[in-house]
Every structure is written in structure tokens, then in C-alpha cells.
């Protein structure tokens, strides 16, 4: 079994040297690492060429985003196994290894995670606690319709996908500006089997500019345009509703709790709801006089202020 590594590299010039070692020192050695370089106008390049192992290939490319950088590597990946990772973060040493075993126990799967843990400064602030019972691994069962933070349990340093899966379920969406991952994670997910184990052997680096993105910004370019995408798929029941329910509990916030700009980009959201498959609260909420709706928001958010 070999895997193919997959790096989007742009603008990583103090972190990809730590992320390279992290995996020429895997456990299990046969593998190639394909880094894409977008465009990088730091020494991101020079760093990725101290490094002499014949398994290395750098491709360079014009500035196109993470998921065209994503799409180039699965490409020109060689081998059946596609693993990725981002420029920032790292594996544990064994981490390669535990996936071969993970493909070789859930052969019938397209997808294969591990959990993974956040970093910040070097420092772990947050170990992802999902839906399923502590130290699952097995194949994940009707995910659409899991209670809990579901669409965290895949993370894009912590998975291993079949190549083949892409030519079924698309590359990533050029078009997604945030998210892009998770998009990623649902079209495999209504296609094929998936496995997740319940085991920190990733760990993500929540850096200043993750931290500082702006959620207004990811509602304007995402919500909508990720209510819209899914519409096709009402055939898949569990999925085209846990999207629209998804899609609400994320708006809401904007919707009765956002500045001027935020509630206008909410409201565009809104629109393209299906109330049909929204919960009765929401349904009603979302029809309510927006000033009244907001009145309700803001107390509410004061009991569980007052609570904590």
C-alpha cells in the first residue's frame, strides 16, 4: 500500500519545515509527498527545497486558492490513497500507520479520518469531543441524521481518501472561498462508506489569521450559495434535510444578532430555506416580525448568559 500526500503551500514559510519532518519521520515509509505551491510570495519555496528526500515532488502554480492547490496535487498523485494535510500542521508519528490498518480493517470504504486536536502557539487548546461514544472505530452509520457537531469529525490533515472517489463524488469547489473542506466531506459521504477512529493523532494549527477570519464573510460567500448547491440532492432525505437545518441554525445568529450588513446577508439566506424540512421552531421563528424575532433572540442569549 503506498499513499499519496497531498500539501496546498502558500505563504507557510515558518511552519512547512515542521510539517515535512512531521512526515518524513511516519512510521510507515512508503509514500510520496506532492506539495503545491500556490503562488507563495514568501521563502515558503526555498524552505521545501532544502529538503533532498527523492519522495518530495514540488509543483508551483499561480495563485489559484486551497482547493485548486488541493485539486492539482490529487491529480498528479500516483497512488490510490490520497492523504492530506495543510502546510501548518502535523502528524504523530504513527499516523500513516494507523490508516493503512484502519483501509485494511474498512476496505469496503472511500473515506478513512482520525480525530485531531487544536493547536495554538504550540499550545493544544481544544480536543474535538463528536456525537459518537469515546474511542469509536468503525464505520459511521447514518451520518445526516447523528446528533452533535457530525461534520467535525473530519478534518482536511486528518483524512485518507480513495482516489477514485473524486471521479464519483467531484474535486473540491473552486468556487467555495470557506468551508471548502467540509463540501469536500459531504459528497463522499452520500456516495460511500466513511470510518472514523476516535484517536488524537492530528493536530491543527488555530493560528492569528484562522482566528480573524470573519464569520460575516463566510455566511456572504457560503450559506448561500451552500443551501443552493444541495438543493439537487432532495432525494437524499437525511442529508438534504440535515443541510437545511444546518444551514438555519447558522444563520439565526446573523439573522436576529448581526450588525446591519450581517442580517442583510442572512436574510438572502433565509430565503432559500425549505421551511418544509426546518424543526417547527425555526419555521416559526424565521416568520416572525424580524424585530420582534430579535427581541426573543436577545433574551434568550441573556438566560444563558445569566445560567453559566
Known amino acids: 500500500m503506498m499513499f499519496s500526500i497531498v ?78 494535510l495543510d502546510a501548518d500542521d502535523q502528524w504523530d508519528t504513527d499516523y500513516l500507520l494507523e490508516q493503512q490498518k484502519l483501509i485494511n480493517e474498512f476496505p469496503q470504504a472511500s473515506m478513512w479520518g482520525i480525530n485531531f486536536a487544536e493547536l495554538f502557539d504550540g499550545k493544544l487548546i481544544h480536543e474535538l469531543e463528536t456525537a459518537l461514544p469515546k474511542g469509536y472505530r468503525g464505520l459511521v452509520e447514518n451520518y445526516f441524521s447523528m446528533k452533535g457537531r457530525v461534520s467535525d469529525l473530519f478534518c482536511s490533515s486528518s483524512v ?35 470510518v472514523f477512529y476516535d484517536r488524537y493523532m492530528a493536530f491543527y494549527q488555530y493560528d492569528a489569521e484562522n482566528r480573524a477570519m470573519n464569520n460575516a464573510r463566510k455566511l456572504r460567500y457560503f450559506l ?35 450588525d446591519k450588513t450581517q442580517r442583510a446577508d442572512a436574510k438572502v439566506a433565509v430565503r432559500k430555506l425549505d421551511y418544509s424540512v426546518l424543526p417547527t421552531k425555526y419555521r416559526y421563528l424565521f416568520k416572525t416580525p424580524h424585530w420582534l424575532g430579535r427581541i426573543v433572540y436577545v433574551i434568550s442569549n441573556l438566560k444563558q448568559r445569566l445560567l453559566k
Open 7 to 84: 500539501i496546498p503551500l502558500y505563504n507557510k514559510a515558518k511552519s512547512i519545515a515542521n510539517t515535512i519532518q512531521s512526515i518524513l519521520g511516519q512510521s510507515f515509509a512508503d509514500f510520496e509527498l506532492i506539495i503545491v505551491d500556490d503562488g507563495s510570495t514568501d521563502d515558503s519555496v526555498r524552505v521545501v527545497n532544502q529538503f533532498t528526500d527523492k519522495r518530495i515532488r514540488l509543483i508551483q502554480k499561480e495563485n489559484g486558492g486551497v482547493c485548486s492547490a488541493r485539486n492539482v496535487g490529487i491529480l498528479h498523485a500516483q497512488y490510490d490513497y490520497i492523504a492530506l
Open 160 to 194: 485518507v481518501i480513495r482516489k477514485s472517489a473524486f471521479d464519483v463524488a467531484g474535486l473540491f469547489d473552486e468556487r467555495l472561498k470557506y468551508s471548502e473542506d467540509i463540501d469536500m466531506w459531504y459528497r463522499i459521504i452520500i456516495h460511500f462508506p466513511v
Open 224 to 258: 448561500p450559495y451552500y443551501v443552493d448547491k444541495y438543493s439537487i440532492y432532495k432525494s437524499h432525505t437525511d442529508f438534504y434535510t440535515f443541510i437545511q437545518r444546518w444551514s438555519a441554525v447558522h444563520i439565526r445568529p446573523y439573522y436576529f444578532g448581526g
